[in-house]
T-cell receptor, first 118, second 115 residues
Framework: AQTVTQSQPEMSVQEAETVTLSCTYD???????LFWYKQPPSRQMILVIR??????QNATENRFSVNFQKAAKSFSLKISDSQLGDAAMYFC???????????????FGKGTRLHILP | KAGVTQTPRYLIKTRGQQVTLSCSPI?????VSWYQQTPGQGLQFLFE???????NKGNFPGRFSGRQFSNSRSEMNVSTLELGDSALYLC??????????????FGQGTRLTVV
């Protein structure tokens, strides 16, 4: 069964600094998707960034980028120039693409609470 | 384009009662998934509906059920509520077709408190 592990329950970073959130996963599949979601106090889960496993190039979205290491099954999120609005719970998630009758669902890590220090 | 809408936002129920939560997906999305979020267990998958059919189910007791209507709106029902059912229930919608973009968009959730 697939699992997603976030080993850092909480992290803090100074405003304007860079922070990296870790995520590892376990799967026997070769084709899958990885995501980072952000959940602020408003509880709305917001997609931050996605990565297709078949793509070697790391995904980037403005100040957010990932370091995807497929062989190591690692998918870390780097936030550059941290802003107060980045304070939230961040979830790493895994999903296999629909194919045949294979079950499909998103598997989430336990989350990392990120604090931004002014 | 309207996002995913969940109603109600907050709910307080008594043990033994039943509850129905509603989710309206993004227009054009045919897949609706439900998740339970608690501090101890994190986000756990309940079930997924696509074109009015349950396509996938998590490891929850039969007290948790759902359905999807022809307009893709989905409802989740929990019968014989227990204190442990207190949680944030999140709904996610996606296009859902096989081979299509699997990106999921979430609603703001329904906070259920069982007393």
């Amino acid at each position: 069964a697939q699992t997603v592990t976030q080993s850092q329950p909480e992290m803090s970073v100074q405003e304007a600094e860079t922070v990296t959130l870790s995520c590892t996963y376990d799967t026997s599949e070769s084709d899958y998707y990885l995501f980072w979601y952000k959940q602020p106090p408003s509880r709305q889960m917001i997609l931050v960034i996605r990565q297709e496993a078949y793509k070697q190039q790391n995904a980037t979205e403005n100040r957010f980028s990932v370091n995807f290491q497929k062989a190591a099954k690692s998918f870390s999120l780097k936030i550059s120039d941290s802003q107060l609005g980045d304070a939230a719970m961040y979830f790493c998630a895994y999903r296999t693409p629909l194919r045949g009758n294979r079950d499909d669902k998103i598997i989430f890590g336990k989350g990392t609470r990120l604090h931004i220090l002014p | 384009k309207a996002g995913v809408t969940q109603t109600p936002r907050y709910l307080i129920k008594t043990r033994g009662q039943q509850v129905t939560l509603s989710c309206s997906p993004i227009s054009g999305h045919r897949s609706v998934s439900w998740y339970q979020q608690t501090p101890g267990q994190g986000l756990q998958f309940l079930f997924e509906y696509f074109s009015e059919t349950q396509r996938n189910k998590g490891n929850f007791p039969g007290r948790f059920s759902g359905r999807q209507f022809s307009n893709s709106r989905s409802e989740m029902n929990v019968s014989t509520l227990e204190l442990g059912d207190s949680a944030l229930y999140l709904c996610a919608s996606s296009l859902g077709g096989r081979g299509m973009n699997t990106e999921a968009f979430f609603g703001q959730g329904t906070r259920l408190t069982v007393v």
